[in-house]
């Protein structure tokens, strides 16, 4: 599978962004699909996660009330609604199929197929 995630850019804080996850060669309706950042010199950390069917989401304390993750199977995509954007929410973000539950929700080992990743630039 091939994850392409766009949406990014930069944006004043406060302000809003949407980033989409697009997959080709699998159907993403079988998977878990989560949501990763990593800013320069900090390792990729966990943003939020949606199950399968999207009933099940989790999100990091960080981003929770302000991110909103959701997904179309029928599309193939996941999405990433960012509100409330602040500075350091500034870092490339991934997207990941979740692949190895054995990692755990949150670690980026349970994740495969992250693609290049689209860059977030929050200014203060």
């Known amino acids: 599978v091939q994850l392409q995630a766009s949406g990014g850019g930069l944006v004043q804080a406060g302000g809003s962004l949407r980033l989409s996850c697009a997959a080709s060669?699998?159907?993403?309706?079988?998977?878990?699909m989560g949501w990763f950042r990593q800013a320069p010199g900090k390792e990729r950390e966990f943003v939020a996660q949606?199950?399968?069917?999207?009933?099940?989401?989790n999100y990091a304390d960080s981003v929770n009330g302000r991110f909103t993750i959701s997904r179309d199977n029928a599309k193939n995509t996941v999405d990433l609604q960012m509100n409330s954007l602040k500075p350091e929410d500034t870092a490339v973000y991934y997207c990941?199929?979740?692949?190895?539950?054995?990692?755990?929700?949150?670690?980026?080992?349970?994740?495969?197929?992250w693609g290049q990743g689209t860059q977030v630039t929050v200014s203060s």
């Open positions: 949606i199950s399968r069917s999207g009933v099940t989401i």
């Open positions: 060669g699998r159907t993403l309706s079988n998977y878990g």
């Open positions: 990941g199929v979740y692949s190895r539950p054995s990692y755990g929700r949150v670690h980026p080992q349970g994740y495969d197929y």
